[in-house]
């Protein structure tokens, strides 16, 4: 006989990851305060091949409004300069020959509407990803019936699946509301 509880944690796995992609996306957009994590998608040439810039240089926050890059060797500070500038960033960098140092701008009104917009659809799409896994998991449910599963075990599974379903569009909309009341806040 078919197990059930097997689909219903895969299905569950799946939406855990799409809250975790989520909280990483959402972790990238700038909302006004200095976040290393803004830089985490930037790739310098090393040696010939593109590699993270954290694998690189040492990326401090000394203050809310700051950004520190310490290049572990000085002939990248010019590729890391434009690394950053070609990145999505939208911040140039100031360099004195050892540092590179990011001022965080304060977010105008209409960048702060733009960046709330990206984060929902960041949110949007992690809700699709939830929904597709919790088809995906009712379609295997469905067809299960056809291996002999009774229909009563696999409307509790489909019941189930759905619970954890709105778990975590509850959790997408609590991580887009958080970062929405991040970025809105002046």
Do not use: C
């Amino acid at each position: 006989m078919v197990d059930t509880k097997q689909f219903i944690k895969t299905a569950e796995e799946k939406m855990a990851y799409a809250i975790e992609y989520l909280d990483e996306q959402l972790s990238r957009i700038r909302a006004g305060k200095a976040n290393p994590k803004i830089l985490d998608g930037i790739k310098v040439s090393y040696y010939g091949s593109m590699t993270p810039l954290t694998n690189v240089a040492s990326i401090n926050t000394p203050d809310a409004k700051t950004i520190i890059i310490t290049p572990w060797e000085k002939p990248l500070i010019k590729d890391i300069e434009k690394a950053i500038l070609d990145s999505d960033v939208g911040i140039t960098p100031e360099n004195n020959g050892e540092i590179i140092r990011l001022g965080i701008p304060p977010l105008t009104e209409d960048r702060r509407r733009q960046l709330a917009k990206q984060s929902k659809q960041e949110a949007e799409n992690a809700k699709i990803s939830v929904r597709n896994a919790r088809r995906e998991a009712i379609e295997v449910l469905k067809k299960s019936i056809k291996e002999g599963v009774p229909e009563d075990v696999e409307k509790d599974a489909e019941a189930e699946v759905q619970k954890i379903h709105d778990k975590y569009i509850k959790k997408i909309d609590e991580l887009y509301a958080a970062k929405e009341k991040e970025i809105m806040t002046v």
